[in-house]
Structure formats: structure tokens, C-alpha cells
């Protein structure tokens, strides 16, 4: 659909205010879809960016600053989600030996299954989600997006 459409606007100043306000819908579109494809697995879609990344280091840990730094939300309270997570045994906080100041997050076997069945299911609707766009215009729509941000 047409941004035109979605928004029910018919002109705009130029091209670019265009584009800033399509990348904007776009993103709200695509957050409330991951959020609603999270919502049987109990977590959000920055918790699922949690995991990931808690994923990837596994098995090192994490500190909550790493997890800020690396978070796609910048906004949200690192620490906070990893309380939600470690309420529901999708992580640890384990005290650092060498620093007491430090608290090091894992991910917990039942968020690894967790984060599996969740980023299965992601996939699979995203995959289909995005027939519409072949490899080559997913490489030059990242490309263009990485250039939007300088």
C-alpha cells in the first residue's frame, strides 16, 4: 500500500519529507506485527532483541551496558527488560567475582528455547511478509537506509 494511502495524505513538501515520514509508518507497522507475532511467547520486541543478543555472545556473558550499547531500541531500559526476562527464567544475573559493581546476564537454556520457537516463527513471516522484494532490492533498500543515517 501506498503511503498516500495508508495515511490518507495526498501531497507532501518534497520527496524527502516523504521518505522520512514512509521509514516512520514503516517501522510502527513493523513493530506492532513483531509484537503481535511475540505475544504467545510472552515477550516484547525489545526483550526478543535482548535475547538475541544474549544469543550471540552465549557463552559469555553480557553486561547491561553491552545490551544498551547493542539494543536496537535505544530507548528502552536495558535493565528493566532483563528483570522481565530473568522473572521468567529466560535469563541470569550472576554478580561479577572481579567487580562487584558488575552484574554479568546470560541467556538461560529456556531462553535459547524460547528465542528459537520465537525467531522461527519471525522468520517464517517475515519471509513471506517480504515476497514482494527480491535479493537485490533488499541489498540496495538496506543500502539506502544505512546511507539515511549518515
Known sequence: MRIEDAIQQKKFVNELQKVHINVLFTATFLSQQSSTLLKPFNISWQQFNIL???????????????????????MSNASRLVEKLKNKGLVERIACEEDRRRVNISITAKGLEVLKEASK????????????INEEEAKQLNELLDKMRG
Open 52 to 74: 538475541r543478543i544474549l544469543r550471540g555472545m552465549n557463552p559469555e556473558p553480557a553486561t547491561v551496558k553491552l545490551l544498551t550499547e547493542r539494543m536496537i531500541d535505544k
Open 121 to 132: 516463527c519471525m522468520e517464517e513471516r517475515f519471509h513471506t511478509a517480504y515476497s514482494g
